[in-house]
């Protein structure tokens, strides 16, 4: 039969020997460690008030959309505000350009899983595009996070030419809608028409 003891019985009965009748090992170790003040609960929700997730329930936020053309400025669609009022900024672009689309959100609480933009490009009414943009996986950070299309070239032509009216849809696997909105382009011979 074996005999086992742990630190703790062994500098116990060391120290006993040494009549010694107390000892702990907290006593012992010298740190330099400093707990941080205590907060109430409610300084800590008023430290939180400055940080716009704790009260923003969802899980991504969609912050903006950009149509990126070489050697020109981007297009920017704000879609922090109201969405509603997107389809009356109506933007030219120049027939048979090549463009890319950039979405910009934040990923906050939970890894976002199977992350898609879905485009519906209708004229008068009638669909004439549909796009489906596979984005990824993301997990939650505070810094804003990008998504950018493979570059696509506008149609050109006579017939290509007018008024179109674009659905997009930002979505995941689980099918929870993080965003919906419309927004609207004219395509034009040149970028000044």
């Not at 991504?60 to 997107?86: F, N």
């Not at 990824?136 to 810094?143: A, D, I, M, R, V």
Request: with cysteine; aromatic share 8%; glycine share 6%.
């Amino acid at each position: 039969m074996g005999l086992t003891f742990s630190l703790t019985q062994y500098l116990m009965a060391d120290t006993a020997a040494q009549g010694v009748e107390h000892l702990h090992i907290e006593d012992e170790v010298d740190t330099k460690y400093k707990p941080p003040p205590e907060k109430t609960i409610d300084e800590i929700l008023e430290a939180d008030k400055e940080d716009e997730k704790p009260d923003d329930p969802r899980k991504v936020i969609v912050k903006k959309l950009a149509l990126c053309v070489p050697g020109r400025p981007d297009v920017v669609l704000d879609l922090t505000g109201d969405i509603s009022q997107l389809k009356k900024q109506v933007f030219a672009i120049k027939e048979g350009v090549s463009y890319r689309i950039r979405i910009d959100f934040i990923v906050q609480r939970e890894i976002v899983h199977g992350l898609k933009y879905i485009q519906k490009t209708y004229r008068m009414g009638v669909p004439v595009d549909k796009m489906t943009h596979m984005v990824g996986s993301y997990p939650p950070k505070t810094e804003i996070q990008s998504y950018t299309t493979p570059l696509e070239d506008a149609p050109t032509g006579m017939m290509a030419r007018g008024s179109y009216t674009v659905h997009s849809l930002f979505t995941d696997d689980d099918k929870h809608e993080h965003l919906k909105w419309e927004w609207s382009f004219d395509i034009k011979k040149d970028w000044k028409d």
